[in-house]
């Protein structure tokens, strides 16, 4: 494996580096109070072609390997998390789902206008009572012959109120369990879909996440990803990939905020010299710096392993499960070295340590990584 970025990486970088100091930089503490939805970012996010990064080009995507997709999620999650996570759903869950499953139709309609971000998509498979234990779903799409009649309500899901394209995973036959289950593309505005209030959140505050409610949706057949019964495994397959964009989320919160962390040290003084210069600082960052570079070869290794053709189960969990516990350590020790003023949000660290919470817990908490590395470590 050689991760030495290629020219064409080093650019793309450079470009989300540069658009996360100069665009999201600005108003991410307002936003972040706010809950304000980063409407003008997400639409230069698409000019850049963020928002659909591994999507051939014929489908309006920037043909990109996913490994340029993590240094992206990296760069903007530096700043932003509220922002980097709409881009992670918009690639990974629907924009990969839809160009993998979904047939020549279906992605000349859906799948083009979301990989230029000329619309955005929504991944639905939470529900009330059924987050960690994703095989039972309660929401039914019961088969009408041309259509299904979609029924249920759908829990803490991402670009809520923002999408207009929506993947929902729902049960067809209880009988065959999730061999039962299919994924359905709904339009915003299909009569009977309902989007419930938007969640007062911990952290990535700037995403709107919000319950749907479907009261009897028709949805054409012809909307239906895949086989009758694939839309569990579409589901898992999808979420794969998913845990490699949150892996570089995590990534990126933890050294956005261990470059605060560094950088803070070397100004602020105490017993007659700067902080860095005393070991109990000097400790905490070299611990940070050591974690954060054997997270970052996780993820990389996960993309790597997606990028090669491998089965990259095992590596994003992995990833997904020590960057985003490293991402909780690091920005936690950097609210730590910050003292006083890492607890007001001027900071940024302590939105950090908020923002580095739900890596731990979306696209599967770290209990489900554990339930799928060990499956995999297991069945060998
Ligand atoms: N690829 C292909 N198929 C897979 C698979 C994978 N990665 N993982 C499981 N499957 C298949 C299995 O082979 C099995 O099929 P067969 O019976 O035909 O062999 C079927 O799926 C059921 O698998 P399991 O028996 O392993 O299912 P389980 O009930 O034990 O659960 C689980 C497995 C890993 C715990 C799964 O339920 C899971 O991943 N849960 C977490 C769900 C999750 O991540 N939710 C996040 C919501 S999305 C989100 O957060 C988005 C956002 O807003 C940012």
Not at 208 to 214: K, R
Not at 299 to 323: P, R, T
């Amino acid at each position: 494996m050689d991760f030495t970025l290629s020219e064409e990486q080093l650019m793309i970088q450079q470009a989300a580096r540069d658009f996360a100091q100069n665009e999201l930089l600005p108003g991410v503490v307002e936003r972040d109070d706010a809950q304000k939805f980063p409407a003008e970012q997400v639409k230069k996010m698409a000019e850049l072609g963020f928002l659909g990064m591994m999507v051939k080009p014929e489908y309006g995507g920037s043909g990109l390997d996913t490994l340029s997709y993590v240094l992206v999620m990296e760069e903007l999650s530096k700043v932003e998390a509220g922002a980097s996570v709409i881009v992670s759903v918009n690639n990974s869950l629907v924009c990969w789902g839809l160009e993998t499953y979904g047939n020549e139709k279906q992605k000349q309609k859906y799948l083009t206008p979301l990989a230029t971000g000329e619309v955005i998509g929504a991944f639905c498979l939470s529900e009330p009572e059924a987050g960690s234990d994703a095989t039972s779903q309660k929401t039914t799409a019961i088969d009408k012959g041309d259509h299904y009649i979609l029924n249920g309500t759908k829990n803490w899901i991402t670009n809520g109120s923002s999408a207009s394209t929506y993947l929902v995973i729902a049960q067809t036959d209880i009988e065959k369990g999730h061999r039962g289950i299919n994924t359905l593309i709904v339009e915003k505005g299909m009569p009977g879909f309902e989007i419930g209030p938007k969640e007062n959140k911990l952290g990535i505050r700037s995403s709107d996440t919000h319950s749907l409610i479907f009261n009897d949706v028709k949805v054409p057949k012809e909307n239906r990803i895949g086989d009758d019964g694939f839309g569990f495994k579409f589901a898992m397959k999808t979420l794969s990939g998913g845990r490699i964009g949150i892996a570089a989320q995590a990534l990126g919160i933890a050294t956005g905020a261990y470059e605060l962390a560094l950088k803070y040290s070397k100004q602020r003084k105490a017993f007659g010299t700067e902080i860095s210069n005393h070991q109990a600082i000097a400790f905490k960052l070299a611990d940070m710096h050591t974690h954060i570079e054997a997270a970052r070869h996780l993820v990389y290794k996960a993309a790597w392993d997606k990028d090669q053709g491998n089965n990259y189960d095992l590596s994003s969990a992995m990833a997904k499960l020590y960057a985003s516990q490293v991402a909780m350590e690091a920005t936690v020790e950097a609210v730590q070295i910050h003292g006083g003023n890492g607890f007001v949000k001027d900071y940024h660290v302590e939105r950090m340590m908020r923002d580095a919470k739900i890596t731990q817990i979306y696209e599967g908490t770290s209990e489900i990584q554990k339930i799928v590395i060990s499956r995999s470590i297991l069945k060998n």
